[in-house]
C-alpha cells in the first residue's frame, strides 16, 4: 500500500523525456536549404533493398515516424524511382537483385545520386564474401556516399544525407 501510494506522489520519468532534438531539427533545417537551392523543390528518395537483413530499413523507416518526421524538412520517400533524386541501397547487392538494382537506377532521371547505408551496402558487411553476393553498393553503381554502420542511426542517416548536399552543391559550384 505505502508503495502504491508513493507511485502517485513520486515525479514521473517521463518529465524528463524531451520531444524535441536541437541538433537533429539543426540537420533537418540545413537539408531542407540546401535541397530547395539544389533542386528547387523537396528532396525524393528511392529506397532499394538489395538483400539486406532490414535493420537498416527499420531505421530509414524510423524517419518517417512521428518522431522524426522527416518531411517537414522536404524529404520525402518515393514509391518509384522515376520520381527519385536519391537511391539509398541498403544490404549487400545479391546476385539475384544485380539487374533488378540496375534498372531502378536506370529509371532514375538525371543527375542520379547514389547513397550507400549501412555496413552491408558499404561493401564491408559479413555476407560480403559470400558466394551468393556481389558486394556492396560500389559493385555496380557509382556510389557518392556511404553512411557506415550496422545499423546506422537515424540521425546518422540525416547526417549523411546533409554531407551529400554539400557535395552536390560544390560540384554545381565547379
Do not use: W
Not at 83 to 110: C, F, Q, S, W
Not at 154 to 160: A, N, S, V
Amino acid at each position: 500500500m505505502a508503495k502504491a501510494i508513493s507511485n502517485v506522489f513520486k515525479k514521473p520519468t517521463t518529465d524528463q523525456f524531451q520531444f524535441s532534438d536541437a541538433e537533429f531539427e539543426a540537420i533537418g533545417v540545413q537539408i531542407k536549404e540546401k535541397a530547395d537551392k539544389i533542386f528547387g523543390k523537396s528532396l525524393a528518395i528511392r529506397e532499394l533493398d538489395a538483400g539486406s537483413d532490414n535493420s537498416t530499413e527499420i531505421e530509414l523507416n524510423n524517419l518517417s515516424t512521428p518522431y522524426y518526421d522527416v518531411e517537414r524538412f522536404g524529404i520525402s520517400f518515393v514509391a518509384s524511382p522515376r520520381h527519385a533524386d536519391v537511391l539509398i541501397v541498403t544490404g549487400a547487392i545479391t546476385r539475384n537483385m544485380e539487374i533488378a538494382a540496375k534498372k531502378t537506377y536506370e529509371a532514375m532521371p538525371a543527375p542520379k545520386f547514389v547513397v550507400a547505408v549501412g555496413d552491408e551496402a558499404c561493401g564491408c558487411g559479413i555476407l560480403n564474401d559470400s558466394y551468393a553476393v556481389l558486394g556492396g553498393a560500389d559493385k555496380i553503381f557509382h556510389v557518392d556516399l556511404k553512411i557506415l554502420g550496422n545499423p546506422p542511426s537515424p540521425r546518422e542517416i540525416l547526417k549523411g544525407i546533409r554531407a551529400l548536399m554539400y557535395t552536390i552543391e560544390k560540384q554545381s559550384i565547379r
